[in-house]
């Protein structure tokens, strides 16, 4: 698989660093990216249908927010009970 220009998926694609705390973030970015990018396609129609679809959409991209940002919390527990003083 790969783009619309054929270029192979590869880890560049969705940019992971393999570090879990950068890759969180890095996917949390995108999540809001993609709720930017509903909020401006709902500004361009005044069909109620198609907002009620991007509505849709955009509301799963603010749980998938949530859910990345709860498992951010999660690794950062991790990190922090591997401290030893
Ligand atoms: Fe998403």
Redesign the pocket.
């Known amino acids: 698989m790969g783009d619309a220009s054929g270029v192979p998926f590869s880890a560049s694609t969705i940019a992971v660093m393999g570090n879990p705390v950068t890759d969180l973030h890095e996917d949390m970015a995108?999540?809001q990216k993609?709720l930017a990018t509903y909020y401006q396609l709902v500004n361009l129609t005044d069909d109620v249908d198609i907002i009620d679809v991007l509505k849709f959409l955009g509301e799963?991209?603010i749980?998938?927010?949530q859910r990345f940002g709860e498992a951010l919390m999660d690794v950062y527990d991790f990190e922090e009970s591997q401290k030893l003083f």
């Open positions: 995108a999540e993609a799963r991209e749980v998938h927010y």
